[in-house]
């Protein structure tokens, strides 16, 4: 079945989801309640290795545990207790944006998309129940990041399938309400996991998240009827046609800006990482005689998305109406600047941090609303343009690829966490103001050309 076919067959419902089809509420509200899930158990992950996986008495119990470290170390040497546990969070962080790739190709092949969500979010579901126990700690994360990857990257291509090849400035919209609703998700999950962890024990934390990840999975089944009808590769018309000498170009040039992104996508998920550890020991979270935990301040990444969503389609409406909105590589551009000036901004508290001061949690909160701001003009952007510019044969391998860029930047995010004890914490957040700038000027040097390029949809 074709993308236009996909396309016909959903248009004809009613527009019922805010002007769009009615597919796209229940794709928006599964992933938001996946993503409840997901960063609700991840904002937990770094601190619980710290703190209970790594302790003498827990240790020795987690299967695997002592041959993973020794595998790590084999590539990077000895490491502290705190680099390895930031190695494993970001492996962890980075293979979930690995494994759409194959989940992509698993749903082409043989599965269909449907059928692959819903073994993703059983995967998912078995994971988190493992997360209560220790000693099947590492079972759960390959469990999840399986799970992840059947799930992520087809939810994505659903979203896109809604609507048909010539309907661009309703797709570009659809990505941004659907990148709102995976942030409500984002909001709630580090309060709800990380307020039930703190109060009743980790494993509260860990089972809260797989309850919600069961609300997702029947989230989705409720929604099936209005879903786009599977297609797989062998019976599209589209793959049987060979990629012309341009489409490679195409390719080339979305490959392109989705690898320059790995540098302010480093620096973004920093935030979560390292940028933690720094919450946790310089920043003052004292609220009415109540602590926040630290893993709480996880959540207002998620509140800013939300907040950005609207404001920056209201820009962009703005300055259509005067023909003056940014192009795509334009948004994505501008998007890199300001994480890069999020970052700047934090060497200013760092370095009070490094002379041992305490520091106002007003420093972190800004840092999470630039950071917000600039992933929400960046990455549903790109997510936009991959759908609209990948050329059909492989437009949904492509949307996998593109999550790549991910995985690897959180591959980085791991390797300058392992900085933090020997870096000044000042130069720390000045380096990687320096990735995010880089990755600026590269696209504003290159912007004129890749634009020409992917001017027209190929779909």
Known sequence: MTTASIASAVQGEEQGFLGHPKGLAYLAFTEAWERLSFYGMSSLLLLYILQRLLTPEIAGSVLAFGSLRAGIETLTGPLSNQAFASQVFSLYSGLVYFTPVFGGMLADRLLGQRRTVVLGALLMVAGHVLMVFDASFLIALSLLILGTGCLKGNISAQVGQLYAPGDEGRRTRAFAIFYAAINTGALLGPLVCGVLAQVYGWHVGFGAAGALMLIALVVYGAGWKHLPPDRKRQSSAAASTALAPRDWRIIAALLFVSMIGILPGAAYFQEMNAGLLFIEA??????????????????????????????????????????????????????????????????????WADKGETVSALWPVALYALNALGFIFYWPTQLALYSRAAPAQVNSTMMGILFLSIFLGNLLVGTLAGLWETLSHASFFALHAALAFAAFLIMLISMRPIGKLLAQPQI
């Open 282 to 351: 310089s920043v003052d979270r004292g609220l009415f005689g109540w602590t926040i935990p630290a893993t709480s301040f996880n959540a207002l990444d998620g509140l800013f998305c939300i907040m950005a969503v609207p404001l920056l389609i209201a820009l962009w409406q703005w300055q259509a109406k005067r023909n003056r909105e940014p192009h795509d590589l334009t948004k994505i551009t501008i998007g890199y600047l300001i994480i890069a000036a999020a970052n700047l901004m934090m060497v200013v508290p760092a370095g």
